[in-house]
Each structure stands twice: as C-alpha cells, then as structure tokens.
T-cell receptor, first 115, second 110 residues
C-alpha cells in the first residue's frame, strides 16, 4: 500500500517569496492534516480536512498561510509571503475517518528554509 | 488545553541497556495516547498506542501503559539495539487532533 506522498522534499526561498507544498494521502483516507515541525519541537497541527471540508484551522496563520483540498483527495499548502520563522518541516498526514483512536500516517515532509 | 510533557534528551545508551522515556499529559477529556518514532532520514511512524486507561501498547519490544491516575504513558524497552536510535515523540488525541511532546533523541552505541 502506497504511503502519504509529499513534494517537494526540500525548498529554499527568500523571505517575502511564496511557496506551495503538495500532499497525496493514502487512498481511501477521508481525513488529511498539515503539521508544522520547527527544529527541536514536536509537530503542531495547522489544518485538518475531512474530505474537502475544513474541520480545524484554528492554528493556521491565515494572513499568510492557505490550504485547499478541492476534490477531497490531494491537498496543497501555500505560504505567501514567507517569513524567516516559517523555516520548518511541513508534514502531511492522513487517517481513515479522523477519530481520536485512529493512527495518523505521515508523509516524509517538506523541509523549508527561508533566507 | 491539551499538552504533553516528555523527558528531555538527548539520551545515550549502550546496546542491551534498559530504556525509559517519561511522558505525562494534560487533557480535558479521555484521550488516546501514542508513541511515534522518527528514524534518521525517515518520516514519523506509529510505534504503539493505547486508547483507554490501563491499556498497554506494545511493538518491536517497546511497551507503554496508559496510566490515568498518574496521567502518564512512559515508554520502555528492556534491551535496546543500535537500530533503536531515533527521535521518540509522545502524543495524545483528545479532540480529533494530535498534540505532540517535544521529542526525545535516543542514541544507542554498539
């Protein structure tokens, strides 16, 4: 079974530029998550989708971050404009139905460096 | 709100030593508890989980027991190997989202 796919794996940009990350979840998983992992910290949830609807985006900095999951399958996360403090690994995860007991499956992540 | 506190690292052990990583949590409800592991160069993967009090999760020789009375989910392994070198994250899910601890880096020397 194919895992969660993410691209690109690495990205280096200048501050104030824009960047987009792509995620394809495990087939059949209704719930998709984007996490931000700053060096030395645990992942922090940015946004959660159930199919193509947003369940929780309370920790998403909406003035610069946006995300969509138009057809309820793959998703993109965008940052515009980027700041130095956005340097982090962006993780995508998916799960079957989004319940608290379920395992979330993580992709390899996109490592972003903002200069 | 929900939070997880885990033992700070780094932890360095010799092969066949006993490993314990402490994890305590704060939650408003009855969370499910998880240990995730990140091996060098790889993504996060589930190591084990427990979904209710007194449950024991186990995998690859690792164990953790959900202790509601002490709000803890400590990870243990009786005899570590070099291949267990990784970053270990304790996490809880109480409101459909995972809250992670800061991670503990474990290095096992041959």
């Amino acid at each position: 079974e194919a895992g969660v796919a993410q691209s690109p794996r690495y990205k280096i940009i200048e501050k104030r530029q824009s960047v987009a990350f792509w995620c394809n979840p495990i087939s059949g998983h209704a719930t998709l998550y984007w996490y931000q992992q700053i060096l030395g910290q645990g992942p922090k949830l940015l946004i959660q989708f159930q199919n193509n609807g947003v369940v929780d985006d309370s920790q998403l900095p909406k003035d610069r971050f946006s995300a969509e999951r138009l057809k309820g399958v793959d998703s993109t996360l965008k940052i515009q404009p980027a700041k130095l403090e956005d340097s982090a690994v962006y993780l995508c995860a998916s799960s079957l139905g989004g319940t608290s007991e379920e395992t979330q499956y993580f992709g390899p992540g996109t490592r972003l460096l903002v200069l | 709100g929900n939070s997880v506190t885990q033992m700070e690292g780094p932890v360095t052990l010799s092969e066949e030593a006993f490993l314990t990583i402490n994890c305590t949590y704060t939650a408003t409800g009855y969370p499910s508890l998880f240990w995730y592991v990140q091996y060098p160069g790889e993504g996060l993967q589930l190591l084990l989980k427990a979904t209710k009090a007194d449950d024991k999760g186990s995998n690859k020789g690792f164990e953790a027991t959900y202790r509601k009375e002490t709000t803890s989910f400590h990870l243990e392994k009786g005899s570590v190997q070099v291949s267990d070198s990784a970053v270990y994250f304790c996490a809880l899910n109480d409101d459909y989202k995972l809250s992670f601890g800061a991670g503990t880096t474990v290095t096992v020397r041959a």
